[in-house]
């Protein structure tokens, strides 16, 4: 085989992207995971050269996995340069290519997956004819299966995501240019309609799957959250507890995906359902403000009503404390999404927040959700559970007491809480900067 020779890149070859999320079994670090500025196999890191290109080319999993062991955090949460995915995609065009006859189980995909946008799997997939490729890379995280042809791209939705196994089409001009490994881009389809409520399925070119329920003229939107695992609560410190104690850190798995609102529950939507409190209707005020003043009893009467209007076998409630966590981190790992401080123009924090702002009106965390963790403080399903630390082990799909007379509270802006800090109130209070986020599930019906 001729010796391939690696290339020089600088730093103007680099592309940037936006913040990733993490897929079934990865996790990337924060805003400063999604940037292609570190140039692999190349003079990088001090003039240094990272010989990635000739175990890449070759499929040397031993030889990738010392190139990216020996670079420890200098490549974590990198993507490979443009120039480098090129080179690949000319190599993987010769029929005698690794990539060709690659399994699932080889660990290259694990290995590389956090290292490729989505559109440059879908590069690589069209340069080997195998579409294949992205479920091998865990792409989409929410598809059974991809297909492929001339021109275009097929995701079928997996049946706990929706219930029904849908195609979800991609052009192959779009899919060259996203960035996420999440993105995926098709357009809305009804999947649900009765009259007086529908559901929505898209796909967006940043954040992937987006559910829209409208009900009478309101709407919720909803992301989906696919399975994984994250550290939960923080090291132990010497600050002042605000509630439960919010450590030791430990790793916890989602073990099934869900869909969450991207912003807390409405007035307007709340008001379109009648519930055990007054209904509010076209009347309120204020439709696009979080809906506050409502007790945990009084939110779980209302999501029950909620699934009278839902397709057989979806469930409606409110996330437990983990779920909650899991989606305000997005993959990151310092007290909020973007970084360890407050960040004004990123949630409204501070004197100036008060009173509860329209939702969305603040930029989306890296999976598309609004407001988390600044906003309103938002009821948990669960009440608080003591954390415990298993040496490396990860805590399946906890939840906390939920026959207690106390729920957990996570976010608010008074004291300004991040992604794990905690707090508990009894079930039956309420408070004007209170509200709720939805969660809704599809659960297939056992015969």
Not at 94 to 123: E, K
Not at 221 to 240: C, H, I, N, V, Y
Not at 271 to 289: D, H, I, K, V
Not at 304 to 327: K, N, Q
Request: glycine residues 10%; proline residues 8%; hydrophobic residues 40%.
């Amino acid at each position: 085989m001729k010796r391939l020779v690696p290339i020089a890149l600088n730093h103007h070859q680099c592309r940037s992207r936006p913040p990733i999320r993490q897929g079934a079994s990865t996790s990337y670090g924060g805003l400063n995971a999604g940037k292609r500025s570190i140039c692999l196999d190349l003079a990088s890191a001090g003039g240094r050269r990272i010989a990635l290109w000739e175990p890449l080319a070759v499929g040397d999993a031993g030889g990738i996995e010392r190139a990216i062991s020996r670079e420890g955090a200098a490549l974590a949460g990198r993507l490979l340069p443009e120039s480098l995915v090129e080179r690949w995609c000319q190599a993987a065009a010769d029929p005698g290519h690794w990539l060709r006859t690659a399994q699932a189980d080889q660990p290259q995909f694990q290995m590389l997956t956090r290292m490729l946008s989505q559109g440059d799997v879908v590069r690589l997939a069209q340069a080997t004819g195998r579409p294949d490729l992205l479920r091998l890379f865990n792409r989409p995280g929410w598809s059974d299966h991809v297909e492929g042809g001339a021109d275009r791209f097929v995701a079928w939705t997996r049946p706990e995501v929706i219930g029904i196994t849908t195609p979800m089409w991609m052009t192959l001009d779009d899919a060259m240019g996203l960035e996420s490994p999440r993105a995926w881009i098709a357009p809305a389809e009804t999947i649900f309609d009765n009259g007086s409520t529908t559901l929505s399925l898209a796909a967006d070119g940043e954040f992937g799957l987006l559910l829209t329920m409208a009900h009478r003229g309101a709407e919720m939107r909803l992301r989906w959250m696919e399975p994984g695992e994250f550290l939960m609560g923080r090291q132990a410190d010497t600050s002042k507890p605000q509630g439960p104690l919010a450590w030791p850190q430990h790793s916890v798995a989602i073990g099934r995906g869900f869909w969450i609102a991207d912003s807390p529950c409405t007035s307007g939507f709340y008001g379109r359902l009648p519930t055990s409190a007054l209904m509010l209707g076209a009347e309120t005020p204020e439709p696009n403000r979080p809906m506050v003043g409502l007790n945990w009893l009084t939110v779980n009467d209302f999501l029950t009503r909620l699934v009278d209007i839902l397709p057989v076998g979806w469930t409606a409630s409110l996330p437990t404390e983990a779920e909650w966590e899991y989606a305000c981190r997005a993959g990151s790992s310092g007290r909020y999404w973007w970084g360890d401080r407050p960040a004004a123009d990123l949630a409204p924090f501070g004197l100036q927040a008060r009173q509860p702002r329209p939702v969305r009106a603040f930029p989306p965390n890296p999976w598309g959700l609004h407001d988390l963790p600044g906003a309103v403080r938002e009821w948990c399903l669960d009440d608080a559970r003591m954390y415990e630390d298993l040496r490396g082990l990860s805590v399946v799909d906890p939840v906390g007491p939920t026959e207690s007379d106390h729920a957990v509270i996570r976010g608010g802006l008074e004291r300004a809480f991040g992604s794990s800090d905690r707090d508990v109130h009894l079930k039956s209070d309420s408070a004007d900067n209170l509200g709720f986020r939805i969660c809704l599930r599809f659960r297939a019906e056992r015969s």
